[in-house]
Nanobody, 122 residues
Framework: QVQLVESGGGLVQAGGSLRLSCAASGRTLSWYTMGWFRQAPGKEREFVAAINWSRGSTSYAASLKGRLTISRDNAKNTVYLQMNSLKPEDTAVYYC???????????????WGQGTQVTVSS
């Protein structure tokens, strides 16, 4: 089985920072991309960032670029999302995902974590 477990969410003040982690376990040899998505109440799930597992190439949502960094630790099978200068509109459930292709499209990811809540207060 493949399992993804997010951690690091919580309550933070506007302008603050959070570092989300996603630990992967199980059969991961075929994975090509790990990504982060988020979903706010009443809104559709949207792409946040992705990283190519082998090369480390990264992609970011245009609206978020410059405020976050995605990275990975191959030895730990873990992907991180460092978020800075957080705004109340960043409040959402953040999900990590894994897929076999490098993509920003939700449908291209086969495995999903349970999500971690990020709440940014003003």
């Amino acid at each position: 089985q493949v399992q993804l477990v997010e951690s690091g969410g919580g309550l933070v003040q506007a302008g603050g920072s959070l570092r989300l982690s996603c630990a992967a376990s199980g059969r991961t040899l075929s994975w090509y991309t790990m990504g982060w998505f988020r979903q706010a109440p009443g809104k559709e799930r949207e792409f946040v960032a992705a990283i190519n597992w082998s090369r480390g190439s990264t992609s970011y949502a245009a609206s978020l670029k410059g405020r976050l960094t995605i990275s990975r630790d191959n030895a730990k099978n873990t992907v991180y999302l460092q978020m800075n200068s957080l705004k109340p509109e960043d409040t959402a459930v953040y999900y990590c995902a894994a897929g076999t292709s490098y993509s920003t499209i939700e449908a291209d990811y086969a495995y999903w974590g349970q999500g971690t809540q990020v709440t940014v207060s003003s």
